[in-house]
């Protein structure tokens, strides 16, 4: 018998998930992809190798055994079947890959060696797997109205609405309505203190389109956040994990640290609506009075996170959930057992892992696929942002958050935003993004200011204008004459703003709006006129 390193992970798994807009196929294909992951995936190698099954992790899509086979072919001949489920299970749409890497066992460095093996075996696998594959159709073929590439197959009630959709869209919606309807959800309600009768029928709580959630939202009547984030240097960190021991221990301290802290950034922002939930549950399990819940865990394994809330509540979400998710993965460090505890020690030096946020704010009719594909580039925008910090290490990146607000219905890739609008790239530069964390809460705080004082609207549009303005002296003059203009009770509001800008970066009065940055200019007025829509007001 031999030993093998199995590594799994299913490229273009939020594709599958999240390129359609119905609120219950995202749920459901999330549930689905969940379910084979933690669930099937371990009862597949089990049934073909009884007892000599070794879990490291299996999350978020991507998973890691050690398992004991007669030999490598043997092992293969398992994980095709294994794809073969993945594949009639999603309608053909999710593709697993894997790399196998063998375990010289009781020689020093043999599990990192399996495991450099199955990463390049894991590496040549993504080079060489195939493409979506075309989905050739008639003229006489019904689109899927969820999956337009997809030919529709059978018709599908769900909301009173009947959809003609494919096979793939149908086992999304079979998930969530019949086989698994909702894990993330309920582990979230059951993490609340709420009385027993509601954590029993979380689905009471739940709002059941993205629409209803915009409803909620109290400073721009219809939009919605959508939060994406991901961990910190987590690449570097898996590649040289050393025992089987130590992978296990890095699971549990991922998983669980960004479980935890999600459930109570949630916990904090729905403080209000969980204390009304509280004092008008019934005893006898009517809940039909019962506010719901705004928001949703749409996303939540490994260290990926996807969540939507309402317009407000999205960028503190991301900076109270970065804050928690530091704090308990360094909580969880210390009490690692050896030689867990040595191995986050040496590289982390006592620190706590680290996440970065894209958060998008817009409509909630807005094409979802669409929010996702830009709160992705975001979130690359606010990696990149990280890396680039004087205080960043091969294993330790600060947390970094990027935010746009998309209010038309024109999308454009966010690099063109930035070069078009924002002037990025240029000596003149229109943005401080992407935001460390604690800049970040320097920039809500400013606005919070800025909404004490009461800035008036038309104002604010002039003077995000103004900081837009493509030509750079215009763009100074209107913004000086703006500043000159804004009035209010000792001048209360023109000092609000200028110290909110000083703030983030000393500002020369002379120079307003500009700041010296990187060998050129930059400015923060349009991020803060953007944002202050999204934080609640502080008495200036």
């Known amino acids: 018998m031999r030993t093998f390193l199995i590594l799994l992970d299913t490229p273009g798994i939020k594709q599958f998930v999240f390129g359609t807009d119905p609120l219950a196929e995202v749920r459901g294909a999330s549930a689905l992809l969940d379910r084979l992951n933690r669930e099937e995936t371990r009862k597949v190698l089990e049934e073909a190798f009884p007892g000599r099954v070794m879990e490291a992790y299996a999350a978020g899509g991507a998973a890691q055994f050690v398992v004991t086979a007669e030999d490598r072919h043997t092992v293969e001949n398992v994980l095709e079947r294994l794809a073969a489920l993945y594949a009639k299970q999603t309608g053909g749409e999710v593709q697993l890959l894997w790399g196998i890497g063998e375990v010289a066992l009781g020689e020093p460095g043999g599990y990192r060696a399996a495991l450099k093996a199955a990463f390049s075996d894991l590496a040549w696998q993504r080079f060489t797997a195939r493409e979506q594959p075309a989905v050739l159709t008639f003229p006489l073929a019904v689109e899927c109205q969820s999956t337009s590439y997809l030919p529709a197959t059978r018709t599908r009630v769900w909301a009173d609405e009947i959809r003609l959709v494919s096979e793939a869209s149908d086992r999304k919606y079979r998930e969530i309505s019949e086989v698994n309807p909702g894990r993330l959800w309920a582990e979230f309600i059951h993490a609340l203190d709420l009385p027993d009768t ?96 705004p928001g949703d865990i749409l996303l939540l394994g490994g260290d990926d996170l996807v969540v939507v809330l309402p317009a407000e509540l999205a960028v503190p979400f991301s900076i109270r959930l970065s804050e928690l998710f530091e704090e308990y993965s360094r909580q969880r460090q210390e009490e690692l057992e050896e030689p867990a505890r040595s191995f986050f020690r040496q590289r982390l030096q006592g620190r706590g892992l680290t996440i970065s946020c894209g958060v998008v704010i817009a409509p909630s009719r807005f094409p979802f696929y669409l929010l996702l594909d830009l709160a992705e580039e975001l979130l690359a925008s606010a990696k990149k942002g990280g890396s680039r910090d004087p205080e960043a290490t091969r294993y330790w990146v600060p947390s970094y958050i990027d935010f746009h607000i998309q209010a038309g219905s024109a999308v454009h890739d966010l690099h063109a935003i930035r070069r078009e609008e924002y002037g990025v790239g240029t000596a003149y530069v229109r943005t401080f993004r992407p935001y460390r964390r604690d800049k970040l809460q320097t920039l809500c705080a400013a606005a919070a200011k800025l909404r004490g004082v009461g800035i008036p609207q038309s104002k604010r549009h002039d003077l995000l204008e103004a900081a837009l303005e493509p030509r750079a002296r215009q763009a100074e003059w209107k913004a000086k004459e703006l500043f000159g203009r804004l009035a209010g009770p000792f001048g209360k509001q023109r000092l609000a703003l200028f110290e909110g800008l000083c703030q983030l970066a000393p500002m020369d009065l002379n120079d307003f709006p500009w700041v010296r940055q990187n060998g050129g200019w930059a400015t923060a007025l349009a991020d803060l006129m953007e944002i202050y829509d999204f934080v609640q007001a502080k008495e200036a």
């Open 198 to 293: 509601v954590k029993h029928t979380p689905h009471w709580l739940r709002c059941t389109t993205l629409q209803e959630i915009g409803e909620y939202s109290e400073s721009r009547a219809g939009y919605l956040g959508l939060v994406y984030a991901d961990g910190n240097a987590m690449g570097r960190l898996v590649q040289e994990l050393e025992s089987l021991e130590v992978a296990r221990a890095f699971s549990t301290l991922v998983d669980g640290s960004i479980r935890d802290a999600c459930h109570q950034a949630l916990k904090e922002l729905f403080r209000e609506t969980l204390a009304e939930i509280r004092l008008r549950s019934d005893p006898s399990g009517n809940h039909l009075q019962l506010r719901k819940i």
